[in-house]
């Protein structure tokens, strides 16, 4: 008798945490890149389409960028001109991917933004890949679209803010922390850990502080989800926190290390270090109010303390009053918070549906990674005192895109119970419900999509409760996928609507031009987005930048002086252009040098820099004119008057007294011009 042994078949491991599903077939694989190919499209075709109709969007940013792409100490700086009078109130890590673009393919508007609306659709990408090696490509594609749909994502990366670069690097860090969480080879994790702290790093070069506040979520996922033991776990972090030392503080020590007097000023500092930029208006000073060079505070101007704009209670762009609120106020709700009652749902509900899982559990980790971003930021978000503008909020689209794809993923595994099917309705009954308050509050845009998407939510959450067993399985799938459209289609279409919009200005808003029911001095259209103080200061007596024909390129025929762009500037542009000098002439404020910077490609000394900042002083200015290094002195028009309350400092006000006691003005359009030349003392 001949026995036949058949090997036994392997025992599985005992699950330590939540994997992927096994890899999927050919066909699915196709299936899942030809979707992602196509969402990425979308995203592309979205964030690139008409693009270079907002010219150069912020003046602040476009100037120093345009010099920058001129001279390689005004691009490593950051400084708003070619000759390196001040530089911006920010670092200079976005400055550097935009003076890059400028000095390889010419500077230009598209030049400008075209870089912007790909750090877009990387950061999507990364929201996708982050999602799926935790979930499945489905999870992955729903936050990818969520993100995309975003109106303050539409925003952002169609502009030449910062807030571009810093969320793409954020996103790459939560991706890497991420990664950590999955490797169980030490070494391997520490390299992801590292490489998070240098995305952070960088960050912190684009806009500070702000880059860092993910740092309690990202440390807490990894120590408690991490695969390797928990001394190792620590000393992971130790790597990580050094890493985000050394790429943030090398660039930090060089600007300490160099000579003052062969370096530009630094913008919005009081003493003209880093430093105090980090701790005060960058830092403490966006929490508690107390800027140092910053705009609020103070006493005078647009956010001066007794004029009640500080701490982002005055009108719409400045965020509304503090509290729990504020996200979902009249201007900061259609930016960003579409889907954050969906978003919490899931989180909670996801972390109720994977409560017994192990401690290396993936879905859990990732709820908290993203969970905690959002808390954290959005805490800060909604209690700071200092400026805050809405598009702030473009920082919490993708802790909101991650909580709605892992979270709702979670949930579907536990379809079969009630945990699951009741929040993935509450979910979409969240989505449909506060959709219809936000398109409620621009009743007469599309009136009937409100109701439209209301009904498709409540819809599919009736179909998912009544689905999850026997022959209605299928109905489930059908409510998901009703109630997913219907739920992100409101977000979406206010989206559409941004990109379509040519936005100007220090503090544009998200929406169609009629979406902001508060008094918004920012946004596209009509909305006069130069008039508020964002970051960079507003443009006096100018409407938006997206209609100022200054702002679409250098060699233009209007622009600074204007009151619309619509008077001939020729002239004055012909004599900055022919001036000769260091600096073509000085005027009062950083974004209304930029502005005629940007008309006539010459350096302008903007005095006072972004806000009131001490630079230059009284005795140094009459240096700078005795030795014929300023041409021009510009008193009105855009360049303004600090007596007029534009950065209307004591040395602004000196600067502009001595001027016209020693000058003769002439009239350049309704631009009051002082010849500096001969000057002998």
Not at 127 to 150: C, S
Not at 642 to 668: C, M, Y
Request: glycine share 14%; with cysteine.
């Amino acid at each position: 008798m001949t026995a036949v042994l058949h090997p036994a078949p392997p025992q599985r491991p005992a699950p330590t945490a939540h994997r992927a599903e096994p890899s999927p077939s050919w066909f699915r694989t196709r299936r899942t890149g030809l979707a992602l190919t196509i969402l990425l499209a979308a995203t592309a075709v979205l964030y690139l389409w008409n693009l270079t109709a907002s010219g150069y969007a912020n003046t602040f940013y476009a100037a120093a960028a345009q010099a920058g792409s001129q001279n390689w100490k005004a691009w490593f700086f950051g400084s708003l001109d070619t000759s390196n009078f001040i530089t911006l109130d920010k670092p200079p890590a976005s400055l550097w991917v935009m003076g890059l673009s400028g000095r390889i393919f010419g500077f230009s508007s598209a030049s400008l933004l075209v870089p912007q609306a790909l750090m877009g659709v990387g950061s999507v990408a990364l929201v996708y890949a982050a999602v799926k090696r935790v979930a499945t490509p489905a999870a992955g594609l729903v936050a990818g679209a969520v993100w995309a749909a975003t109106p303050a994502a539409a925003l952002m990366f169609k502009f030449d803010n910062p807030d571009a670069l810093l969320v793409l690097l954020m996103t790459l860090a939560g991706y890497f922390v991420i990664r950590a969480m999955c490797t169980v080879v030490g070494r391997r994790a520490a390299v992801w850990v590292a490489l998070a702290g240098v995305a952070l790093g960088f960050a912190f070069l684009t806009k500070m502080l702000q880059g860092l506040m993910v740092l309690p979520a990202f440390g807490a996922a990894y120590l408690i989800a991490g695969q390797v033991r928990l001394r190792t776990r620590l000393f992971h972090l130790v790597i990580g926190a050094a890493s985000v030392v050394i790429s943030a503080g090398w660039w930090v020590l060089a600007v300490w290390l160099w000579p003052a007097d062969s370096r530009p000023y630094i913008g919005g500092s009081t003493n003209n270090s880093v430093m105090d930029l980090v701790l005060g208006y960058n830092g403490l000073g966006r929490l508690f109010g107390n800027t140092g060079g910053g705009m609020s505070g103070g006493s005078s101007g647009m956010a001066g303390g007794s004029s009640g704009m500080a701490g982002g209670s005055a009108g719409s762009s400045f965020g509304g009053s503090a509290g729990l609120d504020r996200l979902f106020g009249s201007e900061m709700g259609i930016q960003i918070s579409w889907l954050i009652p969906a978003a919490l749902i899931a989180s909670v509900f996801g972390l109720l549906a994977r409560g017994r899982a192990p401690r290396t559990d993936l879905l859990r980790a990732s709820l908290i990674l993203w969970g905690g971003w959002f808390l954290v930021t959005g805490l800060i978000f909604s209690y700071m005192s200092g400026t805050i503008h809405p598009y702030y909020t473009v920082a919490l689209a993708p802790a909101v895109a991650g909580m709605i794809g892992v979270g709702g993923y979670a949930l579907w595994l536990v379809r079969a119970r009630w945990i699951g099917r009741c929040g993935l309705a509450a979910m979409m009954l969240a989505a449909g419900i506060w959709s219809w308050v936000l398109l409620h509050r621009n009743a007469e845009w599309l009136p009937m999509l409100k109701w439209i998407l209301l009904a498709g939510t409540v819809v599919g959450a009736i179909l998912v409760l009544v689905g999850a067993k026997g022959r209605f399985r299928k109905l489930a799938v059908a409510g998901l996928i009703i109630g997913s459209l219907a739920g992100i289609t409101g977000s979406a279409s206010y989206a559409i609507a941004t990109a379509a919009t040519a936005h100007g200005g220090s503090i544009p808003t998200a929406g169609p031009t009629d979406a902001v029911s508060d008094s918004g001095m920012g946004g596209g259209g009509g909305m006069g987005g130069d008039q508020g103080q964002g970051d960079g200061e507003a443009l006096p007596n100018s409407d938006d930048a997206s209609r100022n024909p200054m702002a679409s390129g250098p060699g233009t025929t209007s622009g600074p002086g204007t009151s619309s762009g619509s008077e001939s500037t020729s002239e004055l542009t012909a004599m900055l252009v022919n001036a000769g000098t260091t600096w073509s002439a000085a005027t009062n404020g950083s974004q209304s040098a930029a502005t005629y910077e940007l008309a006539s490609d010459t350096a302008v000394m903007a005095i006072g820099g972004r806000s009131s900042d001490p630079a230059p002083t009284l005795d140094q200015f009459i240096e700078y004119v005795a030795d014929g290094e300023v041409h021009y002195y510009i008193a009105s028009g855009q360049g303004g008057s600090p007596k007029d309350g534009q950065g209307g400092d004591s040395t602004s006000n000196a600067i502009q007294e001595w001027v016209e006691a020693n000058f003769t003005s002439t009239t350049v359009g309704n631009s009051t011009i002082y010849d500096l030349s001969g000057y002998v003392g």
